[in-house]
């Protein structure tokens, strides 16, 4: 089966450094908590809020070993009030777990963003 999981982490400040590790941070605790390995993922969809631009996020997982998965990275829309510096990923995956058992991942600040799915 096919599934889509969910996640963001708020990112400590525009800077190369501070991005791949949240970003890191993040993709990890996806694969982590749903079981997966790069190899049943499909492709990711990262976003950042227009204040993050010093790196792609996309880089963090490359680094992770994503090195044959399509990502692609995006600028989440510039909505006023809209929590600062976040990336967000939407990861395609093969699983057989059912969609009930499915954990998105919200991590630091970003936890506000969806309580009704962060786990």
């Known amino acids: 089966m096919v599934r889509a999981i969910r996640g963001a982490i708020q990112v400590e400040a525009n800077d190369r450094d501070a991005i791949i590790e949240a970003t890191t941070e993040l ?7 749903n079981d997966l390995t790069p190899d049943d993922v499909i492709s990711v969809l990262f976003t950042a809020t227009p204040d993050l631009t010093a790196e792609f ?9 994503f090195h044959e998965v399509p990502l692609i990275c995006c600028t989440e829309i510039d ?10 990923l939407m990861a395609h995956v093969e699983t057989d777990r059912p969609r009930s058992r499915i954990q998105h991942v919200y991590l630091r600040g970003a936890v506000v963003l969806r309580q009704d799915i962060a786990q």
């Open 27 to 33: 993709v990890s605790e996806v694969m982590r908590r």
């Open 57 to 65: 996020p996309a880089l963090a997982a490359r680094k992770l070993g």
């Open 79 to 88: 909505v006023p009030g809209a929590l600062p510096r976040v990336v967000r």
